[in-house]
Structures are given as C-alpha cells and as structure tokens.
C-alpha cells in the first residue's frame, strides 16, 4: 500500500480527533455529559491489545484471550460497592488517582510517591506495546519489516502534544476535560465498528471458519477449553488480574472517577460496558482461525489487517488500520495523562516545592507527559520486538495489580495499617521486577540471558520454588500478588495503626491568601464562598482539599503548615471555636468601627470642600456682583446729578446703564442656576421642538452679536425630544454669549441628528481653549476670561442633569458640543457632583 496514503491517513485521522477535541470544548459540551459518552470512554480499557493482540493471542492460544474481559465484566458486579464508594471520596477530598488514595487512607510520605514511580515503570511496556502496535501495522501494509521504530516516534510525539493541549490547561488535574472525554468516546466508537465490518466483511466472503477447523487437528485446541490444574489456574488468574488492572490502571481511575459528571451513569455502564465488550470480541475468534487456515506463516498479530489484504479489499485494510490506531491513540493520551498527574503531584510538587518554583508546575506536569511518551518509546525499542502485543499488556497488568492489597483493604478494612500497606507496596514490586520486568529485558538481550536461570533452581525469576509449567505473566502474578498480600496482612496484624494526623485549623484570611499564591484569584474566590460561615478546622481542610486536587496531597499538607496551627483536643474545642467566634465577631466590630471612621472623615472632608467652594462662590459672586452694581450706582448718580443733560449724552448713559443692568441680571441668573443644581430641582420634561428652540436662542443673542459686528450662521434640522425646554435655552444661551465674547467674526449653531440622539454644535473663530485650560475648563469658579467661571460648567451639569453628554472638540477656534437624548430612559435631577 502506498506509504503515503498511509500517513495521510494517519494524519488526517488524528486532524480529525483534534477537531472533536475542540467541539467537546465548545458546543459539543452537552455530548460529553450524556451516559453514552461516559460509557464509551470507559472503552479506552480496549486498546491495540484488544484490536489486534487478542487476534494474536486467539490465533495461538485460543480461548485464552476471553479472561482478559470477563475480568472487567465481573468487576463491574461491584462498582455499587466499590465505586460509589471510590467516587464519593474523590469529591470529597479531590482525589487524582489511587495513590492520591494510598497517601489520603494511611498518610504514609512514601506511599504516594512509591506507587507513582512504580506506575511510571510499570505501564512503560503497555504504552510501548501501543506504539509497537502502529508501528507494525503502519510497515506491514508498506509490505516492510524493519524498521519497527519507522513511524513509532513522530506518532509518539503526536499524542503527546494532543495530551497536552487537551490535558493541562489548567493546573488542577481534577477538573474535567470535556474535549479529552469526547476524543476518547468517539474513537471507542471507530475502533468498534471497525473491527466489526473487518469481522463481517471476511465472514461474508470466506464464510464460517469452524467447520474447516476440523480437518486441521493441529488447530482443534485452539477450541478447546485449557485443561488440568494448570489451565484452570491460567484462566481464573487472567481473570482475576484483568479485573484487578480495569480497576485500578490510572486511565480507567481517570476517565470513570475524576471525568465523571453524574454519579448516575455508573447504572448504565454497567451493563452497557460489558456488553460492548462482547461486541468487539466478537469477531477475534473467526479472524484468528481464518488467518491460521490461510496465513499461517504471518504475524497473529496482524491478521486484522492481511485478512482484508488476501482478500483484496484494501479499504477494508486502511480501515483496520486507522481502527488500530484508533485503540492505541485513545490509551495513550489518557495513561500519559494520568501519569503526568501522579508525577507532578507525588514526585514533582515536593521537590518544586522545596527550590521554591512550584509555579512551574503546570509547565513540569506538560513535560512529564513528554518524557513518558519519550520512555515508552525506549522501552518499545529496548525490549518491545521480543514479545506478543498480549505479554508486554500483562506485565502491566501485572504491576498495576500490586496497588490492590493496600487499595482494597484500605478501603474496606481499619486494621490496615501504613507499614503493612507499604511492606506490601515494596514486595510486591520486587517480586514483579524479578519475575516480569527483568526477563523482558533479558530476552531481549539488554542483560546477560543467564539471567534467565536465576543463582539458583528455585530462584528462577520464571520459576520460582521450582514451579514448571505455568505461562511467565501468571506466574508472576500470582508470585508477586501472593507475597503483597501477606505482607500487607502480615505486617498490619503484628503493627500499630498510626495514629490519627493531627487536625489543624487556620484563618480564613490567611488561607485564602495561600489559595491566592499558589492556584491563582479563581481558587481564592471559590475558597472565600465555600468558608464563610466554616469554622477553622473545617476551613484548613478545605483548603488542603483545593491543593490537594491541583498539587497532590503531600505538597498541600506541607504549605499549610506555614498558615495553620494544631487544633485544641476534642474536649476543648467547644470552648476555643466559641473563643474564636468571638474572635471573629469583634474583628468584624473593629472592621466596621473602621469603616464607619473612614466614612465620616469622607464626609468630613466633603463637608470642607463644599465649605470652601461656598466661600470661593461668595467671593467670585460678591466681586463680580460689585462691579455692574458700581457702574449702575454712578450712572444713575450721574443721571440725577445732571437733569439737563443733552438728549444724545443721557441715551448713551441709559444704554450703558441697561447693559449694566443685563450683566447683572445674568449673574443672578448664573448663581441661581448653580444653587438649583446643588439643590436637585426636578425636571420639567415635555416635547420640545429643537429647531426653534435653537431659533429662539439665536434670536435673543441676535442684538449683542450686531453690537459686536460678529456674523451668526446656522445650520438646524428638525428635532423633536422629550426633555426641559428651559434648560436646554440656558445651556444655549450660555454658550452662544460665551462664543461672542471670546469670537473675531462669526459664530455658528449646527443641530443634527446622530444615533438618536440630537447633536449641539456651537463654534466660534477666536483663539480657542488653550492646551493648558482644556482639562479645567468645565470646572467651577475656572475663569480664563473674567466672570465667575460657572458658565460651562452649568452647560455641563444641565446637559448631564437631561441625560446627554458635553464635550470639547479639537480644531481651531472653540467648538462645543451636547448631545440630548430623545426619550428618556432615567432622570438624573443633576444635583451634586
């Protein structure tokens, strides 16, 4: 097949999940809390092992691959026991994974992070065995054997960027990743389906392979239940380890207790898993006869994708393939996720913790998931090429299951006790390294092949006391479960259970301040909601719950030390949390005095602004009202003095006296106008025509503008709006008299419509605001030109008071402009400021 339709298709495919990705990101959020979607994603338990080692297996051991699920069916048997129990206390304590349990049940510090290294290396063959599986796929339909590592790498690195864009956005693992979710789902989904039209397909053209089976005797056992103590013990061990693995591999903890949205889906998971499970194992059998009856020199492994070959189809084959991938793609970025979570919060926050850097957290979590996909791949060229898909599964399994004497038994039986979990945790582990891990690599040729014969006949790593005749995987299994076991018992009977940890209790302040530090405003903010009416004890765990959750369990106890202290004995605490109530409730006292004695000293000092503006209001009014009264007071004087005064001489005093009087009358006016705004006079609202209210105000300062020799120009459309007629001509008439005072020629009035709303313009040709004055000019008792400097600022307060705006344009001259809304949404009296 051409190589690159191949990686096309493998390209495109993983586009593809990308995309979903995104959409469970966005609007496909309502998919990912569907049962059906939770249900699938359990299926991230059926990988390449199931898609194409279980061919493999059946093609060469029959029946034997049956136990790797009917182990996970009668697990499900007691997820009403087990993990509603399980999800209870992941919500409560925000738990990431078994070893965030381990730590959380028996408080031991080696505990966690023993489980997390020990998982780390465990599933390296399991992820490897992913990688081998698209490897050898990828170069078999190329028609090439060598080299196996072809196209293992940059798929490697692939999924590692998809975990990361998918997984770690945020710092808490415990948050839920609705894009990750539907991924997974939706590739349980293609590998399903492909297997079953790979099934189908074949079925249909060749038809039923048993009955060829009997004229091939070498092939009838492979339909034959295993027989004797040996193979009963084979099968109920399989059974019994794959039942172990579904329950605690990270990824199956990850995607059914820290993905989990509803405790309720458990109840259609539980019938609707296994019964997917029988569907996509339905088609193993037949495939692996066929393929021993027509290829029986080819790899059982890869009779998925050359049945389909032989018989021509090679769409059929591309499917197969891409369904692989499929099963291997979903494994993989899950366990490299849930991984990266037990490093980070078991081996990395400690350390991070101690250089002072766990703000790199996140950043570390992201290249844990890197270099895992990076040890998997060592491990896949180390020691992958000398086993079957199936056995580099198992010796997972198999170091997976060492987490279940102390994980069971912790959650069912109080005599457990941390020394008794870890005796067993560490035996176990040596157990599986000398039966499993080491001869992997010794078969592999990376350590001396005597290796294999042990220092002694009943120390033969795969033989241990002179066991014969029982496959490697299960004798492992059943040597290193065995010893765990006792150790964990053994060693619990003959110890005392630790002591209950100490409780702590803190304030409130001094916990969120820690939230605030290391989980960000967010964590700080959910904090202070959930704690207001907690007293201290009960705020300290929750806290340590929040960290928990984001920096695993050990770091959070450490970090609250620096901010909590020890709680009283059970026989004082009534009295100190009465004590701290009061505590509290006179803090709160002292806070509100406080309050309040910042509150009247703001009055206060408003109280002497306003003091002082009065002050400045009645010295600007009394100096500016002294010098038309002045001028009044001599014209009329002169005019009582001098009766016989020529005609001419006594109209130009009348007129100067006239003039005097209107400066007069307009300052009144100004004072008045201030008054009413500092008052909160209501509006007088009505419908006001614009355009002839802008007329009329032209109208009136008409005689001035001639007296100047100043020109006035318009240019008004029609505009009726709901709002005060008289002040709107006060704001006019104010800037119009302030336009002729300060204009050479010409003074113009324009009123547009813009935005519903009616637009004032007033311009004038003179000097302008200077660059200085134009951030003081609409303040009070500012004059730049004589007056009382209340003039714009009025204009202001009354556009403001009838819900517009007012504001000063750029360009030459001075150019004012308001704007008037024509309904009125809320009325502002414009009193105060």
């Known amino acids: ?44 338990y059926a990988t390449a092992w199931t898609f194409m080692g279980s061919v493999g297996r059946a093609a060469t051991e029959g029946a034997s691959f049956l136990p790797i699920y009917l182990g996970p069916t009668l697990a499900l048997l007691l997820w009403p ?48 065995l992913q990688l081998k599986a698209i490897a050898q796929a990828f170069l078999f339909l190329r028609g090439e054997e060598e080299p196996l590592a072809d196209i293992a790498l940059p798929t490697a690195l692939l999924l590692a960027l998809f975990a990361i864009l998918f997984g770690t956005r945020r710092l808490d693992p415990s948050e839920r990743h609705q894009g990750l979710v539907l991924a997974v789902a939706f590739e349980s989904f293609v590998k399903l389906i492909a297997l079953l039209l790979v099934g189908g397909v074949v079925l249909w053209q060749l038809g039923n392979p048993f009955p060829r089976v009997q004229g091939h005797p070498e092939l009838l056992p492979l339909l034959l239940p295993q027989e004797g103590l040996t193979g009963h013990l084979e099968w109920s061990s399989l059974v019994v380890l794959s039942g172990l693995a579904f329950l605690f591999l990270p990824r199956q903890f990850h995607v059914s207790v820290v993905e989990n949205t509803d405790p309720q889906h458990l109840r259609l998971a539980a019938w609707a898993f296994p019964l997917y499970l029988l569907l996509i194992n339905l088609p193993v059998l037949p495939l692996a006869l066929w393929g021993r009856l027509l290829l029986p020199q080819g790899n059982p492994d890869l009779y ?45 926050s400690p350390l991070l913790l101690r250089f002072r850097a766990l703000g790199s957290l996140l950043l570390w979590r992201r290249i844990s998931i890197l270099g895992v996909m990076l040890l998997a791949y060592l491990y896949f060229r180390l020691a992958g090429e000398a086993y079957a898909l199936v056995a580099m599964g198992l010796i997972s399994f198999v170091a997976v299951a060492q987490l279940a004497p102390a994980g069971l038994l912790g959650l069912y039986w109080k005599g457990a006790t941390p020394q008794g979990a870890l005796a067993g945790l560490l035996g176990g582990i040596l157990l599986w390294a000398y039966t499993l891990f080491l001869p992997a690599l010794a078969r592999s040729g990376w350590l001396p092949a005597f290796f294999l014969e042990g220092p002694h006949p009943l120390l033969r790593p795969e033989g241990l006391l ?9 004798h492992g299994f059943l040597a290193s479960l065995t010893v765990n076991l006792a150790l964990t018992l053994g060693v619990s009977l003959f110890t005392r259970r630790k002591a209950l940890q100490e409780e702590r209790t803190g304030e409130v302040e001094e916990l969120a301040a820690l939230l605030r530090r290391v989980l960000g405003p967010e964590a700080e903010e959910n904090f202070r909601r959930q704690a207001q009416a907690l007293p201290g004890r009960e705020a300290a765990g929750l806290a340590e719950t929040l960290l928990a959750g984001s920096v695993g369990p050990a770091t959070a106890k450490l970090l609250l030390l620096s901010v909590t202290r020890e709680a009283p ?58 010098t038309p009264l002045t001028a009044v007071r001599a014209l009329a004087e002169i005019l009582e003095a001098n009766p016989g005064l020529p005609e001419e001489e006594r109209g130009r005093y009348v007129s100067l006296l006239a003039k005097e009087t209107a400066r007069l009358s307009r300052l009144v006016e100004e004072v008045l106008a201030y008054t009413r705004l500092q008052a909160g006079v209501p509006l007088s609202r009505g419908p006001t025509d614009l355009r002839a209210l802008a007329e009329e105000a032209l109208a009136l300062v008409e005689p ?109 001259g001075a150019a004012f402009a308001f704007t008037l809304p024509l309904e009125v949404e809320h009325e502002d009296s414009g009193g105060g400021r």
Do not use: C
């Not at 990705?21 to 809390?33: F, H, I, K, P």
């Not at 026991?81 to 730590?103: G, I, K, N, P, V």
């Not at 769409?315 to 692989?324: E, I, T, V």
């Not at 002179?466 to 299960?474: A, E, F, H, K």
């Open 81 to 128: 026991f087990l993990h509603e129990r399980l999800l209870s206390l992941a919500r409560a304590h925000r738990l990431t994974s078994w070893a965030d349990f381990l730590y959380l049940r028996f408080g031991h510090s080696l505990l966690g992070p023993l489980a997390a290294a020990f998982l780390v290396v465990g599933l390296l063959p399991y992820l490897a």
């Open 1 to 44: 097949m051409n190589p690159f339709l191949l990686l096309l298709s493998l390209f495109l495919y993983l586009g593809l999940l990308f995309l979903v990705a995104l959409l469970g990101e966005g609007r496909g959020r309502a998919w990912v809390q569907s049962p059906w979607a939770y249900t699938l994603s359990l299926a991230v």
């Open 466 to 474: 002179g066991i014969q005749g029982l496959d490697p995987v299960v």
């Open 569 to 626: 004995p059970e026989a004082l605490r009534e009295e100190v949390e009465e004590a701290a109530r009061e505590s509290r409730e006179l803090r709160a006292y002292a806070q509100a005095l406080e309050e309040a004695r910042k509150e009247l000293a703001e009055a206060y000092e408003r109280l002497k602004a306003l003091d002082q503006a009065k002050d400045e209001l009645l010295a600007a009014v009394s100096h500016e009202l002294k």
């Open 704 to 812: 001035l503008a001639r007296e100047r020799g100043i020109a006035l120009e318009s240019q008004l459309v029609g505009v009726q709006a709901l709002t005060d007629r008289d002040r709107v001509l006060q704001v006019l008439l104010n800037l119009l008299h302030n336009a002729l005072r300060h204009a050479r020629s010409r003074v113009r009035l324009e009123l547009t419509l813009a935005n519903q709303e009616a637009l004032f313009r007033v311009f004038d040709d003179g000097p302008g605001v200077p660059p200085q004055a134009r951030t003081l000019v609409f303040e009070p008792f500012q004059s730049f030109s004589g007056g009382t400097g209340l003039g714009l600022f009025l204009a202001r307060r009354l556009v403001e008071s009838l819900g517009g705006r007012f504001f000063l344009e750029e360009g030459e």
């Open 304 to 348: 998925v994708l050359a049945l389909p070959l032989e018989l021509g189809n090679a769409p059929l084959a591309l499917l197969a393939f891409l369904g692989g991938v499929s099963a291997a793609t979903a494994m993989v970025v899950v366990e490299s996720l849930a991984l990266s979570i037990l490093i980070s919060n078991h081996l990395l």
